[in-house]
């Protein structure tokens, strides 16, 4: 079973940004956060991921609580393109390594 | 960025026929695959984990004999749906970590599967 929780949709304007949470409660001190998301029929596709500093790249910003429960992926001003689903993740060990498990993710919808 | 390209990306055929999907990391190895499958409206479902030169690792409730998959080099991994039903229409997505314990997964395009 994935590892976090996250709400089902959120909307946003476009060009404002976007903050979607996510859940993470039972996660251990070495485990990284990874976001993705997926737009409509196509593979996901690799957003940031984070330990327990904050991170920032091209695409978003990732806020991660001190405590590591929770986190915060930011589109600083998101576009009619950023609509799609993202997924938050915590990998999940498995006989000969971590798996990446999906759960439901957020659905969001840039609106104009 | 590294780049996983899957093939083919849509695929149709006859309910007991067979079908092969192929996933090639192109610019990096990967000694793991993972495959996933993904339902209309729903999220992505691991199948299995490709193990170069070992046997696959399946998740629980996927049957192995239904769902051959053959990891015979590093930079190939085959998804071969058996026999195939109405049931198994879905659209498969393979992944491929580029080689470090945390890196990212990147992603092939998808294929969708359609069994008549």
């Known amino acids: 079973d994935a590892k976090t929780t996250q709400p089902t949709s959120m909307d946003c304007a476009e060009g404002r940004a976007a903050n979607l949470p996510c859940n993470h409660s039972t996660i251990s001190g070495n485990e990284y956060v990874y976001w993705y998301r997926q737009i409509h029929s196509q593979g996901p596709q690799y957003i940031i991921h984070?330990?327990?500093n904050n991170e920032t790249n091209e695409m978003a910003s990732l806020i991660i609580t001190e405590d590591r429960k929770s986190s915060t992926l930011i589109l600083p001003h998101a576009t009619l393109r950023d609509t799609a689903v993202y997924y938050c993740?915590?990998?999940?060990?498995?006989?000969?390594?971590?798996?990446?498990?999906f759960g439901a993710g957020t659905r969001l919808f840039v609106k104009a | 960025g590294a780049v996983v390209s899957q093939h083919p990306s849509r695929v149709i055929c006859k309910s007991g026929t067979s079908v092969k999907i192929e996933c090639r990391s192109l610019?990096?190895?990967?000694?793991?695959m993972f495959w996933y499958r993904q339902f209309p409206k729903q999220s992505l479902m691991l199948m299995a984990t490709?193990?170069?030169?070992?046997?696959?690792?399946?998740e629980q409730g996927v049957e192995k004999d239904k769902f051959l998959i053959n990891h015979a080099s590093l930079t190939l991994s085959t998804l071969t749906v058996t026999s195939a039903h109405p049931e198994d229409s879905s659209f498969y997505i393979c992944?491929?970590?580029?080689?470090?314990?945390?890196?990212?997964?990147?992603f092939g395009s998808g294929t969708q599967l359609s069994v008549l």
């Open positions: 993740i915590v990998r999940v060990a498995g006989t000969g390594g971590f798996k990446t498990i």
């Open positions: 984070g330990l327990k």
């Open positions: 610019d990096f190895q990967a000694t793991t």
């Open positions: 490709s193990n170069e030169g070992s046997k696959a690792t399946y």
């Open positions: 992944s491929a970590p580029p080689g470090t314990t945390n890196e990212k997964l990147f």
